[in-house]
């Protein structure tokens, strides 16, 4: 792909264009048959482990605002935008399952959930200035990707309501990510960080994106889901790790590598034309992780 072709979501020179942000209430949740998703198993876990994150991403904001607290800018961004609109995105999908999934215990799930993640969330785990900024761009791109899947799904299914959702947040998480690699700018102007460091950073990110948050929030959501006076899917995967092996399948056929490949050496800062030549064997790499 030249950068002729790069999609502009993805180029943070392109200047971004003021949009009126979207609000819950936008959502046509009347509009949703519940009939074309009810019983599709990947689908309910994608939204209802999706919600538990995003509705617990504020333990999370605080965090990294007390870590900027020196740059008030980036300190005021995360609070005044990052975490309502996560926040948001974490209302609309735990709403959306109510909607569909009315027998499952959204409220116990996501507490018991919370009560592990948020020992999760240490201020340890952040990276010192740029390098967090690297780490955020891994996750931000991350979630795009995980959004742009869950549209598509639900497009394949046939439900409209799920598939504007899923893109809505997921022009959001691509908002989220030009403004962290912005900041990464910023703060590399001031402190130089080596390339060396933003690839350690981004290898140590990626791999933890397989591991962490996800998996914790899968679990709480599948072990409510079965609990015997709720039995979700009678007829699906019999255990957990059958249920996972059928979403790592999922996810692996159907994941844009090409955009979330691009969005992972862009902070990199390499020339576009090393960057253009990197592309095809980081996608295969990419694709051999997964
Ligand atoms: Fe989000
Ligand atoms: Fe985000």
Same mark, same amino acid.
């Given at each position: ?15 971004? %264009? ?8 936008? /959502?046509?949740? $009347? ?6 998703? =009810?019983?599709?198993?990947?689908? #309910? ?10 509705? $617990? ?16 800018? +980036? ?28 027998? !499952? ?6 507490? &018991? !959930? =919370? ?25 931000? +791109? $991350? ?6 899947? *869950? ?10 309501? *799920? ?5 809505? /947040? ?9 403004? #962290?690699?912005?900041? #990464? ?6 402190? %130089? ?18 591991? &962490?948050? &996800? ?16 039995? *979700? #899917? %009678?007829? $699906? ?10 979403? =790592? ?6 994941? %844009? ?16 034309? /090393?960057?253009?030549? *990197? ?12």
């Amino acid at each position: 792909m030249t950068d002729m072709e790069t999609p502009s979501e993805v180029r943070p020179d392109v200047a971004r %264009p003021k949009r009126a942000h979207w609000h819950i209430d936008d /959502i046509a949740y $009347g509009a949703i048959d519940p009939s074309r998703v =009810f019983g599709d198993e990947a689908l #309910f876990h994608m939204v209802a482990s999706a919600s538990f994150i995003e509705t $617990g991403s504020d333990t999370y904001t605080h965090n990294l605002v007390a870590h900027f607290a020196d740059y008030p800018e +980036m300190a005021s961004w995360l609070s005044a935008h990052w975490e309502p609109e996560d926040l948001q995105h974490g209302a609309a999908l735990a709403r959306y399952a109510q909607t569909v999934w009315p027998r !499952f215990p959204w409220r116990a799930a996501y507490e &018991s !959930f =919370f009560a592990e993640y948020s020992r999760l969330c240490t201020m340890e785990a952040l990276q010192a200035g740029a390098l967090e900024m690297v780490a955020r761009c891994v996750v931000e +791109m $991350g979630t795009s990707t995980y959004y742009q899947l *869950l549209r598509t799904l639900a497009e394949r299914a046939g439900e409209p309501v *799920l598939a504007d959702l899923a893109n809505r /947040i997921r022009v959001d998480e691509v908002g989220h990510y030009k403004q #962290f690699l912005t900041d #990464f700018k910023t703060l590399k102007g001031q402190h %130089p960080v080596s390339r060396w460091d933003v690839m350690r950073v981004l290898w140590a990110r990626l791999r933890e994106l397989r591991e &962490s948050d &996800s998996d914790v929030a899968l679990r709480h959501v599948w072990t409510h889901a079965h609990a015997a006076d709720v039995d *979700l #899917f %009678p007829d $699906g995967s019999h255990t957990f790790e059958e249920l996972s092996g059928r979403l =790592f399948h999922l996810l692996s056929q159907n994941l %844009p590598l090409e955009q979330a490949t691009r969005m992972t050496l862009r902070p990199l800062m390499l020339p576009h034309r /090393i960057e253009n030549w *990197l592309q095809t064997p980081a996608v295969w790499l990419g694709r051999r992780q997964w």
